[in-house]
């Protein structure tokens, strides 16, 4: 129905979903849904953030679905310690940028900025509120007793978006959710109460953790090293690839004779992620198992196709700036 399969999912960077057939049923047959995805803006992004982003461009582009993009400002706030509501707000600007310079058209991507655009939200999350009772939300979230109110009342405002589409439209407008599957709880508890108040069930797509360069399951922020960040300097960038972890021999000597392991590699992980060519990804997996390829040389290919990628993205970040007002839902849905 695409044409072809996003190679993120073909590469199995996309592994499981629920509920994917109903979403391809309505667009099999000209019915209206829309894409939802959200960030937590605390932080400046690593480049791990912008890989399910950009298979939300994908789906965009290819679909011309409409992407309802939740910036939970709130959240942050309430549940990480040290940050004011004035920072984390700041950050969902920047973080929106980093979204917009992927490059979306501003009819299709609308973003949410949840302490800005409540009114959007409030009455649906009343409702869903209404539906969850305290015990719930707190097996669900491990939340206990000296967690704060605001923490426990978030949930609702994540699971108001699934459902937002299909209110501002008048219709039934189920939402896709690419993500990853820590948040996967929202949205179990959004397809358990979504009948009874009249919405769609959510359908989702599940996203790995993007593995750190050092070795760890994930990229993290207590480990700088272990990630690239957008606002990273070209020598930093070149330092973390340099230093990756990677599946090769000790020596160059022994990677010749016995060639390297790329299955357990990082560095070829990352070449999966940022290299779309299919056929350059097999050569460097099929020049690494015989020796053709030291990791020295293999690690200067991605340094060079994630700098490239960068300086890109950075211009367009920059450009950005001057069109995010486009972007955002409230200046589309009155
Ligand atoms: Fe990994 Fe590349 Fe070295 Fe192979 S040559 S082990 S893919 S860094």
Same mark, same amino acid.
């Given at each position: 129905?695409?044409?072809?399969?996003?190679?993120?999912?073909?590469?199995?960077?996309?592994?499981?979903?629920?509920?994917?057939?109903?979403?391809?049923?309505?667009?099999?047959?000209?019915?209206?849904?829309?894409?939802?995805?959200?960030?937590?803006?605390?932080?400046?992004?690593?480049?791990?953030?912008?890989?399910?982003?950009?298979?939300?461009?994908?789906?965009?582009?290819?679909?011309?679905?409409?992407?309802?993009?939740?910036?939970?400002?709130?959240?942050?706030?309430?549940?990480?310690?040290?940050?004011?509501?004035?920072?984390?707000?700041?950050?969902?600007?920047?973080?929106?940028?980093?979204?917009?310079?992927?490059?979306?058209? *501003? =009819?299709?991507?609308?973003? &949410?900025? %949840?302490? #800005?655009?409540?009114?959007?939200?409030?009455?649906?999350?009343?409702?869903? $509120?209404?539906?969850?009772?305290?015990?719930?939300?707190?097996?669900?979230?491990?939340?206990?007793?000296?967690?704060?109110?605001?923490?426990?009342?978030?949930?609702?405002?994540?699971?108001?978006?699934?459902?937002?589409?299909?209110?501002?439209?008048?219709?039934?407008?189920?939402?896709?959710?690419?993500?990853?599957?820590?948040?996967?709880?929202?949205?179990?508890?959004?397809?358990?109460?979504?009948?009874?108040?009249?919405?769609?069930?959510?359908?989702?797509?599940?996203?790995?953790?993007?593995?750190?360069?050092?070795?760890?399951?994930?990229?993290?922020?207590?480990? *700088? =090293?272990?990630?690239?960040? &957008?606002? %990273?300097? #070209?020598?930093?960038?070149?330092?973390?690839?340099?230093?990756?972890?990677? $599946?090769?021999?000790?020596?160059?000597?022994?990677?010749?004779?016995?060639?390297?392991?790329?299955?357990?590699?990082?560095?070829?992980?990352?070449?999966?992620?940022?290299?779309?060519?299919?056929?350059?990804?097999?050569?460097?997996?099929?020049?690494?198992?015989?020796?053709?390829?030291?990791?020295?040389?293999?690690?200067?290919?991605?340094?060079?196709?994630?700098?490239?990628?960068?300086?890109?993205?950075?211009?367009?970040?920059?450009?950005?700036?001057?069109?995010?007002?486009?972007?955002?839902?409230?200046?589309?849905?009155?």
């Amino acid at each position: 129905m695409a044409g072809d399969v996003h190679y993120l999912i073909r590469r199995g960077f996309f592994y499981a979903h629920r509920d994917l057939r109903t979403i391809l049923d309505r667009q099999r047959t000209g019915l209206k849904w829309a894409l939802y995805s959200g960030r937590g803006p605390s932080a400046d992004l690593h480049i791990g953030h912008l890989v399910p982003w950009m298979l939300g461009r994908w789906f965009v582009n290819r679909f011309g679905v409409e992407y309802f993009f939740e910036m939970t400002d709130d959240e942050k706030f309430l549940v990480k310690e040290g940050y004011t509501l004035e920072q984390t707000n700041r950050y969902a600007y920047e973080n929106a940028l980093d979204l917009i310079a992927l490059g979306f058209p *501003p =009819d299709k991507l609308h973003i &949410i900025i %949840d302490t #800005e655009d409540i009114k959007y939200l409030y009455k649906i999350a009343v409702r869903v $509120g209404k539906k969850l009772t305290l015990s719930t939300v707190k097996h669900t979230f491990g939340f206990t007793d000296s967690t704060n109110v605001g923490a426990a009342f978030f949930p609702t405002l994540e699971i108001s978006v699934a459902f937002l589409p299909t209110e501002l439209y008048g219709e039934t407008v189920p939402v896709l959710i690419p993500t990853a599957i820590d948040q996967d709880p929202y949205f179990r508890l959004a397809r358990d109460i979504a009948e009874d108040l009249g919405y769609p069930k959510p359908s989702t797509i599940y996203g790995k953790f993007i593995p750190g360069l050092t070795g760890e399951d994930k990229m993290s922020a207590s480990n *700088p =090293d272990s990630a690239i960040y &957008i606002t %990273d300097e #070209e020598r930093d960038v070149k330092r973390k690839i340099m230093n990756a972890l990677t $599946g090769g021999q000790p020596t160059a000597e022994f990677q010749r004779k016995y060639g390297g392991d790329p299955d357990n590699c990082v560095v070829y992980k990352y070449h999966l992620l940022f290299q779309e060519s299919d056929e350059k990804v097999k050569r460097i997996y099929e020049d690494c198992k015989v020796g053709k390829l030291l990791c020295g040389e293999c690690k200067a290919m991605l340094f060079e196709r994630i700098r490239e990628f960068m300086k890109e993205h950075n211009e367009r970040r920059e450009r950005a700036k001057d069109v995010v007002q486009q972007y955002r839902l409230s200046t589309k849905f009155k």
